[in-house]
């Protein structure tokens, strides 16, 4: 199976067992090595416009023994309604900061989507007022309450907001850098996606691994890299632009209702079930993700890594760059230090 058909199935197969099941068709389920449920995971901005459909889709997947979701707002809503899905495990839900430590309490995993999307004309450092005291208030909080869990952070600006909740925990004296990951795996997706139709390729049998941050340039596919596909340069500099902007794509066609939710809640629940995976013991396992790195000069980047029971095992080289690719990084690396000095001066000063 290719490193892609392996990225994009396990998605699909948590969705189709349901689907028979609602049609009265009996199906049996093809989970493998982590198909046993046995983890409490929680979601943190549940009610939002990515955590209600990426906690749908964690639901549906059997996989999660306690599903608790958390926000400051409707989670007894959206938690009674998941609730009445037919698949395994328990969902409770939590609102407010006075319920937050509940919420956290004994998790393996945290995947946090709160915080404001963009609107058009906006950059992802735009949020940074704003996210960044909420990403502040929740690693706090998890620090003292489930000190061992992995977190995933899909609040923007990404290569901020995971240098603050890192030196959170830095602070607090429980940071463990295999268990704090920036999720790109939307990015990756895209990478998919557009590489896929530009090639006339079957979109399960395309893997690109994407390198770098999560904001704009930062964002860096390796297409020179990619089997079986043949680019004009052209090709590639379209493909790589619009990988990096995808994002954009969505605010403008959102047109100020927000950014990219429902592509995030299938990339986001695909890449906390690859991370279970790797927690419950599944060996292979290899996603690209933004982790504190020494692979260049900047302290955090996106590269493949090999997930496992603590965690990220393995931080992964990126392998031979093509000279346009090595430029890009050479030209990003600088950015990607000074967007995360940016999160560590804040939790310095605040
Ligand atoms: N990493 C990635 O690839 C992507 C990241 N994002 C980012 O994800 C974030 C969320 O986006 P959406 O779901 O569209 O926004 P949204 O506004 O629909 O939902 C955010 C949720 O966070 C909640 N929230 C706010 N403060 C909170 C706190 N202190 N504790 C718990 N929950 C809190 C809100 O009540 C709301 O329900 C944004 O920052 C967005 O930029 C969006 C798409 C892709
Ligand atoms: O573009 C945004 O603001 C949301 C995001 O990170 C993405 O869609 O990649």
Known sequence: MSALTARIQPVARMVAPVALKALGVSATRSFTASARAKNKVAVVGAAGGIGQPMSLLMKLSGKIEHLSLFDIVNTPGVAADLSHCNTK????????????????????????????????????????????????????????????????????????????????????????????????????????????????????????????????????????????????????????????FGGDEVVKAKDGAGSATLSMAHAGAYFAERVLDGLNGATGVKECTFVESSLTDAPYFASPCTLGKEGVSEVHGFGTLSPFEQSLVDENVPALIKMAKKGTDFVKNN
């Open 89 to 244: 495990g328990k969902v409770s839900a939590h609102k407010g900061p006075e319920e937050m430590g509940a919420a956290l309490d004994g998790c393996d995993l945290v995947v946090i989507p709160a915080g404001v999307p963009r609107k058009p004309g906006m950059t992802r450092d735009d949020l940074f007022n704003t996210n960044a005291s909420i990403v502040k208030g929740i690693a706090e909080q998890c620090a003292k309450s489930c000190p061992n869990a992995c977190f995933l952070i899909i609040s923007n600006p990404v290569n901020s907001t995971v240098p603050i909740f890192g030196d959170v925990l830095k602070t607090a004296g429980v940071f463990d850098p295999r268990k704090l990951m920036g999720v790109t795996m939307l990015d990756i997706c895209r990478a998919n996606t557009f590489v896929a139709e530009n090639q006339g390729m079957d979109v399960d049998k395309v893997s690109v691994d994407v390198i770098g941050g999560h904001a704009g340039t930062t964002i860096m596919p390796l297409l020179s890299q990619v089997k079986g596909a043949k680019f004009s340069e052209e090709d590639i500099k379209a493909l790589t632009h619009r990988i990096q």
